[in-house]
């Protein structure tokens, strides 16, 4: 992973074979940076995305084989117990163009990703929601 600050934000460029949680998470850790937003594209591997059901309070997982194109990246950088927790949403493609979206659970960089981390002046922390279930933004 290669990456620079300018200011508020961290341009991030993950390379072929890194997992994408745990570079993001390294990253933060490096930076000492405890809450933000990430935007990113490229393409990956080896992607697991998921859907919430509520009423259950699990995901439904859905494994897509082989290389996909990441349309769209985006999602929340916080802590969970004093830790970075990258929370990913994404859209991603087939060869063909179609569409497939949802919590992004893995995912390894293919060719590259490209994330920008927009940094929060302060930490977000995660709680457990006993009606979710999830950890969610403590506000």
């Known amino acids: 992973m290669k990456f ?7 341009f991030i460029r993950l390379e072929t074979g890194e997992e994408v949680h745990s ?5 933060a850790r490096r930076e000492g940076v405890s ?3 990430f935007s990113g594209i490229g393409a990956a591997s080896g992607v697991e995305l998921g859907y919430y059901d509520l009423e259950r309070k699990d995901y439904d997982r859905t494994k897509i084989a ?4 990441f349309a769209s990246a985006s999602g929340s ?21 179609v569409p497939r979206a949802g919590h992004l659970f893995s995912a390894v960089t293919a060719a590259t990703l490209e994330f ?12 457990k929601d006993e009606a979710t279930a999830l950890n969610l933004w403590r506000v």
């Open 77 to 97: 950088l916080g802590l969970v117990d004093g830790k970075p927790f990258v929370h990913l949403h994404a859209v991603v493609s087939d060869r063909e163009c």
């Open 4 to 10: 620079r600050r300018d200011g508020s934000r961290i």
């Open 116 to 127: 920008v981390l927009f940094v929060a002046e302060q930490p977000i922390e995660r709680t």
């Open 23 to 27: 570079s993001l998470a390294e990253i």
């Open 35 to 37: 809450g933000g937003w």
């Open 66 to 69: 082989g290389e996909v194109e």
